[in-house]
């Protein structure tokens, strides 16, 4: 699997690409998707990059498989720290022009890139995780109930924490993350309306550090943690291992989010300690885009994972976790409500 490193790798290899894309028999550059013989995808990642043991990690996990699977050889792309939309749509540019079909930005912050490159090569399928604000007929938006998942971690935060207090940790401040906070809560006051949430970010945009820097997530859980909370559910990306460290080292339960970071080598050391985490499909959704494309049949415009499709969901990889029977039957109920419609969970806190 061929990875870029930086955005300024991507620059280098542009041109290499480009005489690559034209020795395949490109007639412009909008075509040269389409006219790639070797199956190839390609994803962009998100602030954190691979090895966050998160969100990156999760679409990683789809472009493995589609490689074992449908014969695809993939290529990553690394962000850089505090880039700007012009490094997005020039990593983007490169990809496609490349021969990549489809082309994948993982993350919203890909929407205005995806928007701009989309437009010039209308023969390559793009794909952009958790954004659905972008579209045109070769754009799939992948898109997820985080709110959902995150109504289920707060039911179960309600039910195992002793001390009725349990914390929420953001990474960034937007709207997709208040989603998480929003069921979260919701989750944890339709429980047991006794119970103390202390709810926090990292960051504000545009200083997307909040993703990135374990060390902050860590501060923000040590300091719930002195404030009695004893179950932290933090949406942080790469910055939510801070946290997950703080909380297990306190010997208090972890919630992760996007992956099963119960399953995480970088998190094995903390693993007792993670009760479940808030999983979204992003393997399945990246997947599932590359084989349409594979088919013939390449996914366009928005394509949701709730809980009904088993899109979102609660880990239960902990055996600690499924031994807590009415933990689980109050997490089952609370699943079987929302998917029926006797719940309806907030998208805003």
């Known amino acids: 699997m061929r990875r870029i490193t930086r955005i300024a790798t991507v620059g280098l290899a542009s041109a290499a690409l480009a005489l690559s894309a034209t020795a395949c028999g490109s007639k ?8 790639s013989k070797e199956a190839k995808t390609a994803i962009a990642y998100d602030v954190g990059g691979r090895g966050d043991q998160s969100f990156n990690d999760a679409a990683y996990a789809g472009l493995a498989k589609a490689e074992k699977e449908l014969g695809f050889k993939g290529t990553e792309a690394e962000p850089s720290d505090g880039e700007a ?3 997005k749509v020039q990593r983007l540019t490169t990809l496609a022009r490349a021969g990549n079909n489809p082309v994948i930005g993982v993350g919203f912050a890909y ?11 209308p023969k390559t399928t793009f794909g952009i995780i958790d954004d659905a604000s972008v579209t045109d007929k070769n754009i799939a938006n992948m898109v997820f109930n985080e709110e959902q998942g995150s109504y289920l971690a707060g039911v179960a935060a309600a039910k195992v924490t002793k001390s009725k207090t349990v914390g929420f940790i953001g990474g960034v401040e937007t709207p997709l993350i208040k989603k998480f906070q929003a069921g979260f809560e919701q989750g944890v006051k339709d429980t047991d309306s006794s119970v103390k949430v202390l709810s926090q970010y990292l960051t504000q945009p545009p200083n997307f550090d909040g993703f990135s820097k374990p060390d902050l997530g860590k501060a923000a859980a040590q300091g719930q943690l002195d404030k009695k909370a004893d179950v932290i559910y933090a949406a942080a990306g790469l910055a939510g291992s801070g946290s997950i460290e703080a909380t297990a080292k306190a010997g208090k339960w972890a919630i992760g989010v996007d992956s099963d970071q119960y399953n995480q080598k970088g998190l094995a ?9 808030v999983t979204k499909d992003v393997a399945d959704s990246v997947y599932n885009l590359i084989k349409s ?3 013939g049949k390449p996914q366009s415009g928005e394509i949701r994972y709730g809980l009904d499709k088993d899109g979102v969901g609660l880990a239960d990889s902990n055996p600690a976790f499924t031994k807590m029977t009415d933990v689980i039957a109050a997490v089952d109920k609370a699943k079987k409500d929302i998917i029926d419609g006797k719940v309806t969970v907030k998208t805003t806190p």
């Open 28 to 35: 412009t550059s909008s075509d040269a998707g389409s006219d």
């Open 85 to 87: 939309d012009a490094d």
């Open 293 to 295: 494309v594979k088919d």
């Open 111 to 121: 929407a205005p890139a995806i928007k701009k490159v989309a437009a010039k090569f």
């Open 269 to 277: 050391a903390y693993k007792d300690q993670i009760l479940t985490s």
